[in-house]
């Protein structure tokens, strides 16, 4: 299994930027997806974004669009998601992921199934 260790979460103003890190203890060989998940307060967890390793490609929910940015390092094994003009509701757990498609961070399958972070809280204030 891969192992998926977060930082950078932190309390924040609304409309300021964060960025988020997850460090993989290796990027799998064949094709996979690799992104971020949150869980806000009482809510069930909503897939934010993510990039397809075979081609580079990249999905983001329509909450976050225009507003997060990932990218990956992939000589480091590091992932980042930069979050800018953040809102009140962006406040969650947020948690780094790997899964074997795209699709499971659109809410298809089941992501339970692939690899998690320990998760890293980000709350924003108004």
């Known amino acids: 299994d891969v192992q998926l260790a977060e930082s950078g979460g932190v309390s924040v103003q609304a409309g300021g930027s964060l960025r988020l890190s997850c460090a993989a203890s290796?990027?799998?060989?064949?094709?996979?997806?690799i992104g971020w998940f949150r869980q806000a307060p009482g809510k069930g967890r909503e897939g934010v974004g993510c990039?397809?390793?075979?081609?580079?490609?990249?999905w983001y929910s329509d909450s976050v669009k225009g507003r997060f940015t990932i990218s990956s390092d992939n000589a480091e094994n590091t992932l980042y998601l930069q979050m800018n003009s953040l809102k009140p509701e962006d406040t969650a757990v947020y948690y780094c992921?790997?899964?074997?498609?795209?699709?499971?961070?659109?809410?298809?399958?089941?992501?339970?199934?692939?690899?998690w972070s320990q998760g890293t809280q980000v709350t924003v204030s108004s």
């Open positions: 290796i990027f799998p060989l064949d094709d996979y997806a």
């Open positions: 992921s790997t899964q074997r498609t795209v699709d499971r961070f659109h809410g298809f399958g089941d992501p339970d199934l692939g690899s």
């Open positions: 990039i397809r390793s075979r081609d580079g490609s990249t």
